[in-house]
């Protein structure tokens, strides 16, 4: 005798986290989301061909990806996991177009590290005034290294003594975006220093 059994239907802890983040804006559902999510992501990093010293900057980019997702989830057009997926391979493409214009910037159009910090002027025949400086200098230096981490100061370093962008992701071995966001998050830092 066959019986016709009607399809069960799949059920995604997933979706039960999605609604109750947009009912309640529980953070513990939208960090249980982001744990769940990261093997994805991790996996589409691979797929689209970045290399694994990106992973973290575009594990980041692909967060604000699956929080769009999360925000935008309409469950009656797919599951939150096909919709997730989406997000995430947007977010992805959209950083491999920005990186391929970034290949096309005219390097004198991108602000040099020397232009942004404005140590200030000392006079070169004054040596108390130079000490001063020196101590001074000394002192933001070392404040400097405190505030940054170990790969950002590398690029601190690099672009200190001259090297682009490009020049900097080779030595470094990572991508120019990498090097970008480094230094962007260097700008922020220093703003509050």
Known sequence: MNSIHPKAESH???????????????TEALNALFVHYRP?????IRYYGFLESDAEDLCQECLVGLYSAILHYNPQ?????TFARLCIDRMLISVIRSKNRARNIPRESLV??????HLG????????????????????????????SAF????????FSGMSYSE????????VKAVDNAVQRIRRKFSKL
């Open 112 to 117: 040099d590290f020397d232009e942004s910090l």
């Open 168 to 175: 900097i992701s080779v030595k470094l071995g990572v991508s």
């Open 77 to 81: 057009k797919s599951s939150f996991g």
């Open 12 to 26: 995604d802890p997933a979706e039960e986290l999605v609604t109750l983040f947009k009912r309640d804006h529980n």
């Open 40 to 44: 994805l992501i991790l996996s589409r």
């Open 152 to 159: 950002e100061y590398s690029v601190l370093l690099q672009s």
């Open 121 to 148: 002027a000392v006079e070169q025949d004054n040596p108390e005034q130079i000490l001063e400086q020196f101590d001074n200098f000394s002192q933001l230096l070392l404040k400097i290294k405190n505030a940054l």
